[in-house]
């Protein structure tokens, strides 16, 4: 039986092309027996909808504070981060990288990554130049020093047809990473 078994993981996807293999990861972890609950930022929607993911996941995706304009119904960030046994960003953007590592409060994802006592995982994906920036390796040294895992991102043809790190890593290297994790 897989150390994912009856775990509660938070899926937080954010803006990248790498969003795509979001889809895969949430079949993945449901597979290994895991109940997965999607956050969708904004941008993420850009490059993979909230129905793929909620038919996957089967959940409704969050994508933001409230659940009912009309009643002012909202996702309890706090309750949500109390809920997850881990915190999975797949992918992290460098936008998103930057808020959580400055403590900014955009986003439903971000409130969720302020609140949460469980482990927080983040997988990087973003094009070469990016990655590469000072304010990027500031900012995963920042994320790394309060305690979150940051997966490795592996050197290859990025989206822009540039070579090197910033891919995110692949699907089932995440939950053979993540299994690990929690078989120790």
């Not at 027996?33 to 909230?50: C, H, K, R």
């Not at 900012?139 to 910033?166: H, K, Q, T, V």
């Not at 089932?172 to 993540?178: G, K």
Request: glycine fraction near 8%.
């Amino acid at each position: 039986m897989s150390s994912l078994h009856g775990r509660k993981i938070l899926l937080g996807v954010c803006g990248s092309i790498a969003a795509y293999k979001s889809a895969a990861l949430v079949r993945l972890l449901v597979k290994a027996g895991a109940e997965v609950q999607v956050i969708l930022t904004t941008s993420a929607a850009a490059f993979i909808t909230p129905l793929t993911l909620s038919t996957l996941s089967k959940k409704p995706v969050l994508t933001g504070f409230l659940k009912n304009e009309a009643t002012g119904e909202w996702h309890n960030h706090v309750a949500l981060g109390l809920w997850a046994d881990a915190l999975l960003i797949a992918p992290a953007s460098a936008n998103t990288l930057a808020q959580l590592a400055h403590g900014h409060c955009p986003s439903l994802l971000a409130a969720v990554y302020l609140s949460a006592r469980c482990p927080v995982l983040l997988a990087p994906a973003m094009d070469l130049d990016m990655f590469q920036h000072p304010a990027t390796k500031e900012n995963l040294r920042l994320l790394r020093s309060y305690g979150n895992y940051i997966f490795d991102s592996p050197a290859g043809e990025l989206a822009s047809g540039l070579e090197g790190p910033g891919r995110m890593q692949e699907p089932e290297q995440i939950v053979a990473e993540l299994e690990e994790f929690f078989g120790k």
